[in-house]
C-alpha cells in the first residue's frame, strides 16, 4: 500500500502505519476492486454519485474509491453526495465539512422527506421503506441534474445477506440487493462497490481512520425492526460457526435455478428421460 502521506487522497491521511490496517486497506481495495470488475460497472465516460450518509459504510465507499481512482483503476468521475432528509438532531454541518477538508468534490442536497414519512406512517411502525423510497428518488434527480451515470450505495456484504433473509422470511421470494441494477427509467444505473465487504470491515476502517460518524438513529427508528432481527439471527449463528456468514454469502453466487421450484427459470415440464 502507500507508504508517504505525499502519495496518499487526503482521505486517507493520518492513515494507521501498522501490519493490520495495511492488510485492511489492502483487503478493502482488493474486494472493492473485484465487485466493481465482477459486475460490469465501469463504462466509458462514467460519473458517479456516491451518497454518503456519514455512516460508517458510506466513508468507507468514498475512501475505497478514491483510492482506486488514484491508482487508476478506476476511470470515472466522483461527485460525493449527502441527502439531508430532516431528522431531528441531524448535524447538519459535519459533511460539508469533512467533504471540503478533504478536497471532495461533493453536493449536500436538503429535502425533508421525514415530516412526510411522519405524517404517512402510522405510529408505531417503522419508517424505512417510505423513507427508502423517497431517498431514492430525490438520488435519482440529482444524479441526472449532476450528468452521472449511476448511484453508488454503500451497502455491503452483510446487508445484502440481510436483505436476503428478510425476504425468505417475509416476503417469500428469494432475493436481494443486486450489485448493479438498472432503474425503472433505464437511465441510471445503481451500484454497489462493497457488496463483497464485510461489515466488520467497514466499522474497523471507519474508526481507525476517525472518520466523522453520524448515528443512523436520528429518525428514531423502533426497536425491532425486522432488519434487526435478521441481524441477530446471523450473529447467532456466526457466533455458533465462525464463517458461516461468508459461506451463506458464497451461496447467493452459486445459484442452481434445476434444483429449486421456480418454473419461470427453469423448465420442469420439459424435462424428459433420455432416450
Known sequence: MLDHPEDIHPLFHGAPQGTEFRKLRKRLVRLTREAIEQYGMVEPGGKWLVCMSGGKDSYTLLAILHELQWR???PVELIACNLDQGQPN???TVLPAFLEKMGVKHRIEYQDTYSIVVDKIPAGR?????CSRLRRGHLYRIAREEGCTAVVLGHHRDDILETFF???FHGGRLAT???KLLNE???LFLYRPLALVAEADCEKFSTAMNYPIIPCDLCGSQDGL???QVKAILDGWEANSPGRRQVMFRALM???PSHLLDPKLFDFAGLERGK
Open 126 to 130: 417503522t419508517f424505512c421503506a417510505l
Open 72 to 74: 487508476g483503476l478506476l
Open 254 to 256: 452459486n445459484t442452481r
Open 90 to 92: 441531524f448535524p447538519a
Open 185 to 187: 427509467d433505464g437511465d
Open 226 to 228: 425486522q432488519r434487526q
Open 166 to 168: 428478510m425476504n425468505l
Open 177 to 179: 440487493m443486486p450489485p
